[in-house]
Protein backbone atom coordinates (compact mmCIF):
# COMPACT_ATOMS: atom_id res chain seq x y z
CA UNK A 1 0.00 0.00 0.00
CA UNK A 2 1.52 3.11 -1.18
CA UNK A 3 2.09 6.17 1.40
CA UNK A 4 -0.50 8.22 -0.79
CA UNK A 5 -3.15 5.69 -0.33
CA UNK A 6 -2.77 5.28 3.57
CA UNK A 7 -6.33 6.96 5.35
CA UNK A 8 -5.18 8.51 8.28
CA UNK A 9 -7.81 7.86 11.44
CA UNK A 10 -9.48 10.82 13.22
CA UNK A 11 -7.07 10.88 16.47
CA UNK A 12 -7.64 11.93 20.01
CA UNK A 13 -3.75 12.87 21.70
CA UNK A 14 -4.19 12.01 25.94
CA UNK A 15 -1.59 13.96 27.83
CA UNK A 16 -2.02 13.34 31.84
CA UNK A 17 -0.54 16.55 33.68
CA UNK A 18 0.69 16.83 37.25
CA UNK A 19 1.25 20.46 37.96
CA UNK A 20 2.64 21.10 34.01
CA UNK A 21 1.49 24.56 33.93
CA UNK A 22 4.79 25.81 32.43
CA UNK A 23 4.54 22.90 28.94
CA UNK A 24 1.13 23.69 28.04
CA UNK A 25 1.63 26.55 25.20
CA UNK A 26 4.34 24.78 23.75
CA UNK A 27 3.17 21.54 24.14
CA UNK A 28 -0.13 22.50 22.20
CA UNK A 29 1.84 24.73 19.63
CA UNK A 30 4.28 21.56 19.03
CA UNK A 31 1.10 18.94 18.50
CA UNK A 32 -1.16 21.62 16.49
CA UNK A 33 1.64 21.49 14.12
CA UNK A 34 2.81 17.78 14.25
CA UNK A 35 -0.86 17.16 13.43
CA UNK A 36 -2.20 20.29 10.62
CA UNK A 37 -4.45 18.84 7.73
CA UNK A 38 -5.38 15.95 10.45
CA UNK A 39 -8.26 15.54 12.65
CA UNK A 40 -7.20 15.55 16.60
CA UNK A 41 -7.93 16.42 19.69
CA UNK A 42 -6.17 17.08 22.70
CA UNK A 43 -7.46 15.75 25.75
CA UNK A 44 -5.78 16.88 28.90
CA UNK A 45 -6.14 14.67 31.80
CA UNK A 46 -5.20 17.12 34.93
CA UNK A 47 -3.96 16.21 37.98
CA UNK A 48 -2.36 19.63 39.21
CA UNK A 49 -2.94 22.20 41.63
CA UNK A 50 -0.57 24.76 40.17
CA UNK A 51 -3.48 25.96 38.25
CA UNK A 52 -2.46 24.08 34.98
CA UNK A 53 -6.12 23.96 33.87
CA UNK A 54 -6.23 27.56 33.68
CA UNK A 55 -3.64 27.65 31.81
CA UNK A 56 -5.16 24.92 29.18
CA UNK A 57 -8.51 26.88 29.03
CA UNK A 58 -6.64 30.65 27.95
CA UNK A 59 -4.48 28.59 25.49
CA UNK A 60 -7.33 26.03 24.22
CA UNK A 61 -9.21 29.58 23.20
CA UNK A 62 -6.80 30.38 20.36
CA UNK A 63 -5.55 26.36 19.63
CA UNK A 64 -6.19 25.97 15.76
CA UNK A 65 -7.52 22.28 17.01
CA UNK A 66 -9.69 21.20 19.88
CA UNK A 67 -8.48 21.30 23.02
CA UNK A 68 -10.32 19.44 26.20
CA UNK A 69 -9.53 18.89 29.54
CA UNK A 70 -10.47 17.02 32.55
CA UNK A 71 -9.77 17.77 36.29
CA UNK A 72 -9.53 14.36 38.66
CA UNK A 73 -10.33 15.69 41.84
CA UNK A 74 -8.94 12.41 43.07
CA UNK A 75 -5.36 10.87 41.99
CA UNK A 76 -6.48 7.37 41.74
CA UNK A 77 -4.09 5.31 40.46
CA UNK A 78 -1.65 7.63 39.52
CA UNK A 79 -0.95 8.56 36.04
CA UNK A 80 -1.91 5.58 34.78
CA UNK A 81 -5.22 5.90 36.27
CA UNK A 82 -5.29 9.17 34.42
CA UNK A 83 -4.36 7.75 31.16
CA UNK A 84 -7.84 5.22 31.90
CA UNK A 85 -9.30 8.49 32.32
CA UNK A 86 -8.25 9.75 29.01
CA UNK A 87 -9.46 6.34 27.08
CA UNK A 88 -12.49 6.35 28.42
CA UNK A 89 -13.35 10.64 27.56
CA UNK A 90 -12.01 10.12 24.05
CA UNK A 91 -14.06 11.53 21.49
CA UNK A 92 -11.49 9.11 18.80
CA UNK A 93 -10.88 5.45 19.15
CA UNK A 94 -7.35 5.95 18.31
CA UNK A 95 -5.46 7.67 20.81
CA UNK A 96 -1.88 8.39 21.48
CA UNK A 97 -1.11 9.13 25.07
CA UNK A 98 2.50 11.35 25.83
CA UNK A 99 3.85 12.83 29.35
CA UNK A 100 2.92 16.76 29.58
CA UNK A 101 6.52 17.71 29.75
CA UNK A 102 8.18 17.61 26.39
CA UNK A 103 10.37 14.56 26.97
CA UNK A 104 8.11 13.19 24.11
CA UNK A 105 8.42 14.95 21.00
CA UNK A 106 5.52 15.97 19.69
CA UNK A 107 6.86 15.37 16.45
CA UNK A 108 7.17 11.62 16.08
CA UNK A 109 3.02 11.88 16.43
CA UNK A 110 2.63 11.94 12.81
CA UNK A 111 4.91 8.78 11.98
CA UNK A 112 3.12 6.51 14.95
CA UNK A 113 -0.23 7.67 13.18
CA UNK A 114 0.83 6.86 9.79
CA UNK A 115 2.52 3.18 10.95
CA UNK A 116 -0.98 2.83 12.18
CA UNK A 117 -2.61 3.51 9.07
CA UNK A 118 -0.76 1.12 7.40
CA UNK A 119 -2.35 -1.70 9.55
CA UNK A 120 -1.03 -5.15 11.51
CA UNK A 121 -0.71 -3.03 14.64
CA UNK A 122 -2.93 -2.31 17.55
CA UNK A 123 -0.34 -0.40 19.70
CA UNK A 124 2.36 2.18 17.80
CA UNK A 125 5.20 2.06 20.69
CA UNK A 126 7.70 4.81 20.38
CA UNK A 127 10.31 2.89 21.49
CA UNK A 128 14.14 4.61 23.05
CA UNK A 129 15.47 1.15 22.44
CA UNK A 130 15.51 0.03 19.03
CA UNK A 131 17.59 2.02 16.08
CA UNK A 132 17.13 5.22 16.38
CA UNK A 133 16.30 6.05 19.43
CA UNK A 134 17.58 7.11 22.17
CA UNK A 135 17.85 7.57 25.71
CA UNK A 136 19.82 10.69 26.99
CA UNK A 137 16.60 12.23 28.22
CA UNK A 138 16.67 9.72 31.64
CA UNK A 139 19.45 12.26 32.78
CA UNK A 140 22.37 10.24 34.55
CA UNK A 141 23.80 6.59 34.03
CA UNK A 142 22.06 5.17 37.17
CA UNK A 143 18.65 6.61 35.98
CA UNK A 144 19.13 4.74 32.52
CA UNK A 145 20.71 1.65 34.51
CA UNK A 146 17.58 1.29 36.24
CA UNK A 147 15.54 2.01 33.25
CA UNK A 148 17.35 -1.45 31.26
CA UNK A 149 17.16 -3.58 34.19
CA UNK A 150 13.25 -2.91 35.07
CA UNK A 151 12.86 -3.76 30.84
CA UNK A 152 14.91 -6.81 31.11
CA UNK A 153 13.16 -7.73 34.47
CA UNK A 154 9.26 -7.28 32.98
CA UNK A 155 10.32 -8.99 29.60
CA UNK A 156 11.55 -12.16 31.48
CA UNK A 157 8.07 -12.24 33.50
CA UNK A 158 5.98 -12.13 30.15
CA UNK A 159 7.97 -13.50 27.57
CA UNK A 160 5.20 -14.09 25.37
CA UNK A 161 3.06 -11.19 25.54
CA UNK A 162 5.94 -9.08 25.37
CA UNK A 163 8.16 -10.35 23.26
CA UNK A 164 8.14 -8.34 20.37
CA UNK A 165 8.43 -4.89 22.28
CA UNK A 166 11.86 -3.67 23.50
CA UNK A 167 10.10 -0.85 25.01
CA UNK A 168 6.99 -1.98 27.15
CA UNK A 169 7.78 0.83 29.80
CA UNK A 170 7.24 3.97 27.23
CA UNK A 171 4.82 6.78 28.06
CA UNK A 172 4.76 7.23 25.11
CA UNK A 173 2.31 5.37 22.60
CA UNK A 174 -0.79 5.30 20.41
CA UNK A 175 -3.62 2.49 21.10
CA UNK A 176 -6.90 1.70 19.09
CA UNK A 177 -9.26 1.63 22.18
CA UNK A 178 -12.11 -0.81 20.18
CA UNK A 179 -8.91 -3.59 20.98
CA UNK A 180 -9.07 -2.88 24.80
CA UNK A 181 -11.20 -3.68 27.77
CA UNK A 182 -11.17 -0.77 29.53
CA UNK A 183 -12.93 -2.07 32.24
CA UNK A 184 -10.28 -4.98 33.17
CA UNK A 185 -7.52 -2.46 33.58
CA UNK A 186 -5.97 -1.76 37.02
CA UNK A 187 -3.35 0.79 36.86
CA UNK A 188 -1.06 1.55 39.32
CA UNK A 189 1.65 4.12 38.91
CA UNK A 190 3.70 5.32 35.51
CA UNK A 191 3.02 1.87 33.49
CA UNK A 192 -0.02 1.70 32.01
CA UNK A 193 1.39 0.56 28.57
CA UNK A 194 2.72 -2.62 30.41
CA UNK A 195 -0.77 -2.93 31.74
CA UNK A 196 -2.17 -2.94 28.41
CA UNK A 197 0.03 -4.92 26.81
CA UNK A 198 0.21 -7.89 29.36
CA UNK A 199 -3.88 -7.70 30.18
CA UNK A 200 -4.60 -8.13 26.39
CA UNK A 201 -7.30 -7.35 23.93
CA UNK A 202 -10.64 -7.72 23.94
CA UNK A 203 -10.51 -11.08 22.24
CA UNK A 204 -6.83 -11.90 21.83
CA UNK A 205 -3.36 -10.48 21.89
CA UNK A 206 -2.61 -7.08 20.90
CA UNK A 207 -0.31 -6.79 17.88
CA UNK A 208 2.44 -4.54 18.67
CA UNK A 209 4.94 -1.94 16.54
CA UNK A 210 7.47 0.54 17.08
CA UNK A 211 8.86 3.67 16.17
CA UNK A 212 11.82 4.88 17.61
CA UNK A 213 12.12 8.08 20.06
CA UNK A 214 14.67 10.47 20.75
CA UNK A 215 13.97 10.56 24.82
CA UNK A 216 14.40 14.71 25.69
CA UNK A 217 15.11 16.57 28.41
CA UNK A 218 12.86 17.96 30.39
CA UNK A 219 12.55 21.50 30.59
CA UNK A 220 10.39 22.70 33.14
CA UNK A 221 9.12 20.92 36.16
CA UNK A 222 10.26 17.95 38.31
CA UNK A 223 10.50 14.26 37.77
CA UNK A 224 7.49 12.34 39.90
CA UNK A 225 10.09 9.12 39.54
CA UNK A 226 11.35 8.01 42.72
CA UNK A 227 11.77 5.21 45.24
CA UNK A 228 7.73 4.94 46.09
CA UNK A 229 7.13 5.12 42.37
CA UNK A 230 9.82 2.37 41.89
CA UNK A 231 8.16 0.24 44.59
CA UNK A 232 4.61 0.73 43.28
CA UNK A 233 6.13 -0.57 40.08
CA UNK A 234 7.70 -3.36 41.57
CA UNK A 235 4.42 -4.48 43.27
CA UNK A 236 2.41 -3.46 40.38
CA UNK A 237 4.20 -6.09 38.09
CA UNK A 238 4.35 -8.28 40.93
CA UNK A 239 0.12 -8.54 40.79
CA UNK A 240 0.17 -8.54 36.64
CA UNK A 241 2.34 -11.49 36.54
CA UNK A 242 0.49 -13.47 39.64
CA UNK A 243 -2.15 -11.92 40.78
CA UNK A 244 -3.90 -11.13 44.17
CA UNK A 245 -2.51 -14.08 45.69
CA UNK A 246 0.83 -13.52 45.29
CA UNK A 247 1.07 -9.89 46.89
CA UNK A 248 -1.07 -11.56 49.67
CA UNK A 249 1.57 -13.75 50.01
CA UNK A 250 4.48 -11.45 49.71
CA UNK A 251 2.71 -9.51 52.82
CA UNK A 252 2.34 -12.61 54.21
CA UNK A 253 5.81 -13.56 53.86
CA UNK A 254 6.82 -10.24 54.93
CA UNK A 255 4.99 -10.33 57.90
CA UNK A 256 5.83 -14.04 59.00
CA UNK A 257 9.68 -12.41 58.92
CA UNK A 258 8.48 -9.79 61.24
CA UNK A 259 6.47 -12.16 63.58
CA UNK A 260 9.83 -14.87 63.46
CA UNK A 261 11.85 -11.67 64.26
CA UNK A 262 10.04 -10.15 66.82
CA UNK A 263 9.40 -13.80 68.89
CA UNK A 264 13.44 -14.42 68.37
CA UNK A 265 14.14 -11.13 69.83
CA UNK A 266 11.56 -11.42 72.99
CA UNK A 267 12.49 -14.79 73.30
CA UNK A 268 16.53 -14.27 73.62
CA UNK A 269 15.73 -11.73 76.23
CA UNK A 270 14.03 -14.45 78.19
CA UNK A 271 10.24 -13.69 77.56
CA UNK A 272 8.26 -17.06 77.44
CA UNK A 273 7.86 -17.89 73.85
CA UNK A 274 4.13 -18.19 73.89
CA UNK A 275 3.64 -14.70 74.97
CA UNK A 276 6.49 -13.96 72.43
CA UNK A 277 4.45 -15.27 69.65
CA UNK A 278 0.87 -13.35 71.02
CA UNK A 279 2.78 -10.22 70.60
CA UNK A 280 4.41 -10.62 67.59
CA UNK A 281 1.17 -11.96 66.30
CA UNK A 282 -0.48 -8.66 67.30
CA UNK A 283 2.06 -6.90 65.76
CA UNK A 284 2.26 -8.16 62.55
CA UNK A 285 -1.75 -8.67 61.95
CA UNK A 286 -2.14 -4.79 62.19
CA UNK A 287 0.78 -4.38 59.58
CA UNK A 288 -0.39 -6.76 57.46
CA UNK A 289 -3.77 -5.41 57.36
CA UNK A 290 -2.46 -1.37 56.25
CA UNK A 291 -0.50 -3.34 53.61
CA UNK A 292 -3.29 -5.39 52.25
CA UNK A 293 -5.59 -2.51 52.31
CA UNK A 294 -2.58 -0.28 50.12
CA UNK A 295 -1.67 -3.46 47.94
CA UNK A 296 -3.99 -5.77 47.64
CA UNK A 297 -7.60 -4.83 48.05
CA UNK A 298 -7.14 -1.74 46.74
CA UNK A 299 -9.35 -1.73 44.10
CA UNK A 300 -12.14 -3.06 45.68
CA UNK A 301 -12.23 -0.55 48.87
CA UNK A 302 -14.98 1.78 46.77
CA UNK A 303 -17.12 -1.27 46.90
CA UNK A 304 -16.71 -2.84 50.28
CA UNK A 305 -17.19 -2.11 54.11
CA UNK A 306 -16.06 0.65 55.74
CA UNK A 307 -12.41 0.79 56.66
CA UNK A 308 -13.58 0.78 60.64
CA UNK A 309 -15.47 -2.44 59.63
CA UNK A 310 -13.33 -3.64 57.21
CA UNK A 311 -10.46 -3.36 60.06
CA UNK A 312 -12.65 -5.15 62.86
CA UNK A 313 -13.15 -8.59 60.22
CA UNK A 314 -9.73 -8.60 59.69
CA UNK A 315 -8.21 -8.25 63.13
CA UNK A 316 -11.16 -10.55 64.30
CA UNK A 317 -10.54 -12.80 62.04
CA UNK A 318 -6.55 -12.71 62.35
CA UNK A 319 -7.28 -12.68 66.04
CA UNK A 320 -9.06 -16.11 66.08
CA UNK A 321 -6.95 -17.84 64.16
CA UNK A 322 -3.61 -16.73 66.05
CA UNK A 323 -5.57 -18.07 69.21
CA UNK A 324 -6.34 -21.29 67.52
CA UNK A 325 -2.30 -21.52 65.77
CA UNK A 326 -0.84 -20.29 68.38
CA UNK A 327 -1.52 -23.88 70.49
CA UNK A 328 -1.14 -25.79 67.68
CA UNK A 329 2.20 -24.47 67.05
CA UNK A 330 2.78 -25.46 71.09
CA UNK A 331 1.66 -28.77 70.52
CA UNK A 332 4.36 -29.37 67.79
CA UNK A 333 7.11 -27.71 69.67
CA UNK A 334 5.88 -30.29 73.55
CA UNK A 335 5.42 -33.05 70.83
CA UNK A 336 7.54 -33.01 68.22
CA UNK A 337 10.19 -31.33 69.98
CA UNK A 338 10.92 -29.00 67.29
CA UNK A 339 12.33 -25.00 67.52
CA UNK A 340 9.73 -22.86 68.33
CA UNK A 341 10.85 -20.58 65.38
CA UNK A 342 10.41 -23.34 62.91
CA UNK A 343 6.79 -24.58 64.43
CA UNK A 344 5.52 -20.87 64.13
CA UNK A 345 6.55 -20.69 60.19
CA UNK A 346 5.25 -23.83 59.24
CA UNK A 347 1.14 -22.81 61.04
CA UNK A 348 1.95 -19.55 59.32
CA UNK A 349 2.01 -21.19 56.22
CA UNK A 350 -0.53 -23.48 56.98
CA UNK A 351 -3.04 -20.66 57.60
CA UNK A 352 -1.94 -18.53 54.75
CA UNK A 353 -5.02 -19.87 52.85
CA UNK A 354 -7.79 -19.23 54.52
CA UNK A 355 -6.66 -16.17 55.54
CA UNK A 356 -6.65 -14.64 51.89
CA UNK A 357 -10.18 -16.64 51.06
CA UNK A 358 -11.63 -14.71 54.26
CA UNK A 359 -10.28 -11.54 52.92
CA UNK A 360 -11.37 -11.79 49.47
CA UNK A 361 -14.67 -13.35 50.11
CA UNK A 362 -15.75 -11.46 53.32
CA UNK A 363 -13.80 -8.33 54.53
CA UNK A 364 -13.77 -7.02 50.86
CA UNK A 365 -16.99 -8.54 49.61
CA UNK A 366 -18.76 -5.95 47.56
CA UNK A 367 -20.95 -3.88 49.66
CA UNK A 368 -24.10 -3.55 47.36
CA UNK A 369 -24.21 -6.93 46.83
CA UNK A 370 -24.78 -7.68 50.21
CA UNK A 371 -27.32 -4.79 50.56
CA UNK A 372 -29.15 -6.21 47.45
CA UNK A 373 -29.49 -9.48 48.84
CA UNK A 374 -31.01 -7.84 52.01
CA UNK A 375 -33.20 -5.79 50.24
CA UNK A 376 -34.42 -8.69 47.95
CA UNK A 377 -35.23 -11.01 50.82
CA UNK A 378 -33.87 -13.90 49.25
CA UNK A 379 -30.85 -16.28 49.81
CA UNK A 380 -27.79 -15.68 48.39
CA UNK A 381 -27.46 -18.21 44.90
CA UNK A 382 -24.05 -19.19 45.17
CA UNK A 383 -22.90 -21.88 47.68
CA UNK A 384 -19.81 -21.19 49.56
CA UNK A 385 -17.93 -23.53 47.20
CA UNK A 386 -18.98 -21.64 44.69
CA UNK A 387 -17.45 -18.84 45.84
CA UNK A 388 -14.43 -20.30 47.12
CA UNK A 389 -13.81 -21.44 43.58
CA UNK A 390 -14.69 -18.10 42.05
CA UNK A 391 -12.46 -16.43 44.28
CA UNK A 392 -9.58 -18.48 43.32
CA UNK A 393 -9.43 -18.40 39.54
CA UNK A 394 -10.02 -14.64 39.74
CA UNK A 395 -8.36 -13.15 42.48
CA UNK A 396 -5.42 -15.79 42.13
CA UNK A 397 -4.82 -16.52 38.58
CA UNK A 398 -5.53 -13.51 37.01
CA UNK A 399 -4.27 -12.39 34.18
CA UNK A 400 -1.27 -14.46 33.66
CA UNK A 401 -0.33 -16.22 31.28
CA UNK A 402 -1.03 -19.78 29.87
Same mark, same amino acid.
Given at each position: ??????????? #?????? @????????????????????? +??? !????????????????????? $????????????????? %?????????????????????????????? +?????? @?????????????? !?????? $??????????????? #? *?????????????????? #???????????????????????????????????????????????????????? %???????????????? @????????????? %????????? *??? +????????? $?????????? !????????????????????????????????????????????????????????? $??? !????????????????????????????????????? +????????????????????
Amino acid at each position: MSAASVVTPPV #TVIVPT @FNERANIAELVARIAAALRGR +TAE !ILFVDDSSDGTMDEIARVAAS $APLTVRAVHRDHNTGGL %GGAVAEGLAQAVNDVCVVMDGDLQHPPELL +TAMIDR @FAQGGADVVAASRY !IGGGDS $AGLGTTLRFGVSRAA #T *WLTKAMFPRRLWRSTDPM #TGYFLIDRSRIELGDLRPQGFKILLEILVRGGASDELRIAEVPMTFGERRHGDSKA %GLRQGATFALHLTRLR @FGKMSLFALIGAI %GAIANIGIM *WAL +THVGMDYVL $AAIIGAAATI !IGNFILQERFVFGDVRGDASRLWVRFAASVSFNGVEAALRIPVMALMVETWHISSVI $ATA !ISLLVAFFARFLFHALVVYAPRRHREEEQTVGEPPVD +TAAQRIIRAIDAEAMRPGEL
